[in-house]
């Protein structure tokens, strides 16, 4: 599905990677809906009717080029709803934690562990919900406190980019819960002057929800503006915002059709 790629141990001026593909499983009993995976969790086949844990790990050990597709080919056939790299005064720490669908999947992915990425054998952890939102926020605040240029694995996320790029008026939403509509879009940008048609939410080739969606303001000030709610909170999810221009909003759209 992905090209393989070569992977380099050291260094801050490699590519950022590609843009993220979305071969998730739209379902999820964790986040909601449901799905007819052969490794999705079943709360009584494993949990007793007990809420069951939060379903995510951590990898050790990633190469400094990695992108969110090679976590995906390590990760295969395991339902991932997100990628978090690590980094450290701005640089990426070789770690990243992963949100799988279910919790029964936790398991598969430790199976995973010192399995070989390129020439670099991966470390896989159980982790929990209090890690995991604990780097975001580490995350957050090492981007706000002005850390150097981030050479972060993850494609188009560097806030120093995003400040770059120039608007068009349309931005481009990634992390969405899959159960999210427009109605919870146009809540989550409550305070700047949106319209439902304005509103697209991508699909994958499944015809599936893919996490993403793209919304049209009315001007690229007002996109500008609406920047402001970058990694700002929808549901559980934290929601990634980008810059995005009509062609690339068209090409994914198209996916879905």
Do not use: W
Not at 226 to 250: C, H, N, Q, V, W
């Amino acid at each position: 599905m992905f090209s393989k790629r070569k992977y380099m141990d050291g260094g801050d001026g490699r590519e950022l990677g590609m843009k993220r593909p979305q071969p998730f499983d739209s379902g999820s009993s964790y986040f909601g809906g449901t799905s007819g995976s052969g490794l999705m969790y079943t709360a009584s086949y494993a949990y007793g009717g007990e809420p069951p844990p939060f379903p995510v790990v951590r990898l050790r050990g990633l190469p400094f080029d990695c992108s969110e597709a090679d976590v995906i080919d390590f990760l295969g056939g395991l339902n991932l709803l997100d990628i978090l790299f690590i980094h450290k005064s701005g640089r990426f720490t070789g770690e990243a934690f992963c949100v799988l669908a279910y919790a029964l999947q936790v398991d598969f992915a430790i199976q995973r562990d010192r399995r070989n990425m390129g020439r670099r054998y991966i470390e896989v952890f159980r982790s929990t919900r209090q890690e995991y939102y604990s780097a975001i926020a580490n995350e957050i605040s090492d981007t706000r406190v002005g850390s150097p240029r981030r050479g972060a694995p993850r494609a188009k996320s560097n806030d120093d980019g995003k400040d770059l790029i120039e608007h068009t008026g349309i931005l481009r939403m990634r992390g969405l819960p899959y159960s999210a509509g427009k109605e919870d879009i146009l809540d989550f940008f409550k305070d700047y002057e949106l319209s439902e048609d304005r509103i697209y939410v991508a699909l994958n080739a499944e015809g599936r929800p893919s996490g993403e969606a793209y919304v049209e303001f009315a001007n690229p000030v007002a996109s500008r503006s609406a920047m402001a709610r970058d990694r700002m909170t929808l549901g559980r999810r934290y929601i990634e915002l980008f810059p995005s221009t009509t062609k690339e909003m068209d090409d994914a759209l198209s996916k879905g059709r």
